[in-house]
């Protein structure tokens, strides 16, 4: 059974830093394409940064130069918020997939977190 369970999120000021975290159980994660999702009040879910052993890391344009994506281990993934913008306000997922499909968006992806907010004001 796969879980995948966020924490990090909170309020910032604009410009300030966040770190987000995942912790992945139920399966061995390190072939997974693991990745950041965010919804925003009435808007659709987006792809925010992906990561997969052996494949180029993906950010969404909106946040390149200021997202970085990481894992520590095989079941652990980050994400490195900084020059924080009001528009990054949202809710931010975490989800994993086993067979790594492009584009990144919900559709391809298996299994999700709960998620955590972010709220940049």
């Known amino acids: 059974h796969v879980q995948l369970v966020e924490s990090g999120g909170g309020l910032v000021q604009p410009g300030g830093s966040l770190t987000l975290s995942c912790a992945a159980s139920g399966a061995t994660f390190s072939s997974y394409s693991i990745a950041w999702f965010r919804q925003a009040a009435g808007k659709e879910r987006e792809g925010v940064a992906r990561i997969r052993l052996y494949y180029p890391t993906w950010y969404a344009d909106s946040v390149k130069g200021r997202f970085t994506i990481s894992k520590h281990n095989a079941n652990t993934l980050y994400v490195e918020m900084n020059s924080l913008k009001p528009e990054d306000t949202a809710m931010y997922y975490c989800?994993?997939?086993?067979?790594?499909?492009?584009?990144?968006?919900?559709?391809?992806?298996?299994?999700w977190g709960q998620g955590t907010q972010v709220t940049v004001s």
């Open positions: 989800a994993a997939d086993r067979l790594g499909r492009y584009p990144v968006t919900p559709g391809n992806f298996a299994y």
